[in-house]
């Protein structure tokens, strides 16, 4: 096969996939690791794909951008409803307290406690949030009580960042956190794009007592710039299709419990 077929072919896997990796393709196409390498780099020469560790992804996917909330909420709206119906089954009945971190799929959950939360559960649950919308959802209409962690808001989520922030999710300890990610990847963890954000969700993950991540089946296998968890760190997943074989048996062993929606 000569190499701009071989090229046309990869651009069509990396276009259907999202992603494919250098030993994949090497036996798909029976040629050397390196020959594989040469052809990724000229293919993101040309712009048809980025490489990243160990493969590569389609252009479009840069591990550094981010969509806005108002955006993101239009974007697989029943999925993130679905995961968010099963993660109310997991709130805690009885005086009890929880983190809902920043995120659509936590703010559908957060109208969920409003609306569908037996009365006689509201007054005794503690909703803990740097999520302004969450907040405001919280606040209105509801007996759940509230309280909210403070800092410089990031107008691209809403949410409270930075050290004030942090260090009052470190104060902590919670019986459950609902968090969000950006990314779910059985070597790199769980990612999101920025710094801030990622510190304030590592000072979540480590102050509750149980983690359950809500994400969607876009973010299952994708890796974005920061690293704030490994998948060890998490106790439960909720998403709406089954992972691939690769992360379901990463998330196997790191004994996170998977559910779906």
């Known amino acids: 096969m000569f190499a701009e077929e071989r090229h046309r072919k990869i651009g069509e896997l990396v276009a259907a996939q999202g992603r494919v990796s250098v030993a994949e393709l090497a036996d798909r196409f029976e040629i050397t690791r390196e020959t594989v390498r040469r052809d990724l780099a000229a293919l993101e020469s040309d712009g048809t794909l980025r490489r990243v560790h160990g493969g590569a992804v389609a252009a479009g996917k840069a591990s550094t951008s981010e969509q806005s909330l108002g955006i993101r909420q239009l974007l697989h ?13 997991l709130v805690p009945a009885g005086a009890a307290s929880m983190i809902l971190d920043a995120g659509t799929t936590t703010e559908l959950l957060a109208e969920l406690l409003t609306t569908e939360l037996p009365a006689s559960r509201t007054e005794e649950l503690l909703v803990i949030t740097h999520a302004l919308p969450i907040a405001y959802k919280i606040s209105m209409g509801s007996r759940l009580q509230l309280e909210t962690i403070g800092g410089r808001v990031r107008g691209l989520t809403s949410a409270a960042i930075g050290a004030r922030a942090v260090e009052q999710f470190r104060s902590l300890r919670p019986d459950i956190a609902f968090i969000g990610a950006n990314g779910i990847d059985a ?75």
């Open 187 to 261: 070597a790199f963890g769980l990612s999101t794009p920025d710094a801030l954000e990622a510190a304030v969700k590592t000072a979540i993950v480590a102050s509750a007592r149980r983690v359950v991540v809500l994400a969607d089946s876009s973010k299952l296998g994708e890796e974005t710039l920061v690293r704030f968890a490994a998948l060890a760190d998490v106790d439960t997943l909720i998403t709406d299709t089954e992972p691939d074989a690769g992360l379901a048996r990463a998330l196997d062993l790191a004994d996170v419990e998977v559910v779906v929606a």
């Open 77 to 89: 709206h029943d999925r993130k409803l679905r995961i968010a119906r099963k993660a109310l089954e």
